[in-house]
């Protein structure tokens, strides 16, 4: 009997060592109302942007590593030990999808953390399965190089391109910023209300190219307007926001903006029973006008949008 104990100890060790960058969200499925993930954008994300390195004989390591399109991402930063939301990122338009959270009670955190951070799993899944500050994540890549011989050669290929390739970067959003457009959180900070919640939002993989005045007017009393229903009357709240993509718009020819912003609610009572949902679905520009409907009505909405159907919220349609 010892052989098979010690398989199932080794089996259960693999499955708490799983990383952020998965096949799916079973480890953060807590999330989703009813652990049941939306349906119809796994269809909607783009490929992985082509690296044609052999033809200029460079080693396979130096290339970002070719996953699969989209990304699902259990949301995680070096000071917990746990996962915070859900994202499901799209590696070709290098813009999350979706994001999945629970709404905190109680006044937001404190000052910003000052930077967004990057995903090293989504350049190779053996690297670091918590976002990291752009220049631990370089520092990453160089030993994950060195470690595969490939220090020294083709310089074009090193630390910077390998996180260009992966997701989207500092200089897309200061490009962004010129064209009238601000890190806009799918998952907000003010939803918050404990620092490691707080700064496990500022990545890259939970910001789009959000219109500027859309995010500080619009959008941010939406927020605040979820907050209060949370704090009035649920005893929980489930969010998803996500951005619908421009596929003719893009920021720094890499970066997809966003032609609408949506985000759908389950709240329930102290025994988890739905008691109010609702969905929201606005315009990525200045003259935006919030939509306030059923969440049944977003998914005809967003079906429509990206030609697919779509399922957000099952089972809390109240």
Same mark, same amino acid.
């Given at each position: ?5 010690l398989l199932i100890v080794a089996v259960a060790l693999v499955a708490l060592g799983t990383a952020e960058v ?6 953060? @499925? ?53 996962? *915070? ?5 799209? %590696?070709?338009? %290098? ?21 967004? %951070? ?16 752009? #220049? ?14 490939? $220090?020294?050669?083709?310089?074009e290929y090193q630390e910077k391109h390998k996180l260009m390739q992966s997701q989207a970067v500092d200089e ?8 009238? *457009? ?6 907000? %900070? ?19 190219a959000m219109n500027k005045e859309l995010n500080n007017n619009i959008w941010n009393k939406h927020e605040i ?35 609408? @912003? ?13 008691? #109010? ?12 006008? $919030? ?12 079906? $429509?949008?990206?030609? #697919?159907? @779509? ?5 809390? #349609?109240?």
């Open positions: 009997m010892q052989p098979l104990y998965m096949n799916d969200f079973s480890s953060c @499925i807590k999330y989703f109302f009813g652990e049941k993930p939306p349906t119809g954008f796994e269809k909607t994300a783009f490929p992985v942007p082509e690296e044609h390195l052999n033809e200029n004989n460079v080693p396979e390591c130096l290339a970002a590593y070719q996953q699969s399109s989209p990304a699902y991402i259990c949301q995680k930063i070096p000071k917990g030990n746990q996962y *915070y939301f859900a994202t499901l990122y799209d %590696r070709g338009r %290098r813009i999350p999808l979706y994001s999945a959270y629970l709404v905190q009670k109680g006044k937001p955190c404190g000052e910003r953390p000052g930077f967004f %951070r990057l995903e090293p799993q989504l350049i190779h899944r053996e690297l670091s399965a918590e976002s990291q500050q752009i #220049q631990e994540t370089k520092n990453i890549i160089k030993k994950y190089n060195i470690k595969k011989g490939c $220090k020294g050669q083709f310089p897309d959003y200061n490009d962004a910023a010129k064209q009238g *457009y601000d890190r806009g959180h799918l998952n907000p %900070r003010q939803h918050h209300n404990q620092e490691e919640f707080c700064d496990s939002t500022f990545t890259f993989t939970n910001v789009v307007e979820m907050k209060e229903i949370m704090e009035r009357h649920c005893g929980q709240m489930y969010v998803i926001t996500g951005a619908v993509p421009d596929n003719g718009k893009k920021v720094n020819n890499r970066v997809y903006v966003p032609s609408h @912003i949506w985000s759908a609610y389950c709240c329930v009572n102290n025994m988890g029973r739905p008691i #109010q949902s609702g969905g929201v679905l606005v315009r990525n520009n200045n003259n935006a006008q $919030k939509q306030t409907m059923t969440v049944n009505k977003l998914e005809e909405e967003l079906g $429509k949008l990206y030609n #697919q159907e @779509i399922k957000l919220i099952d089972g809390c #349609q109240t």
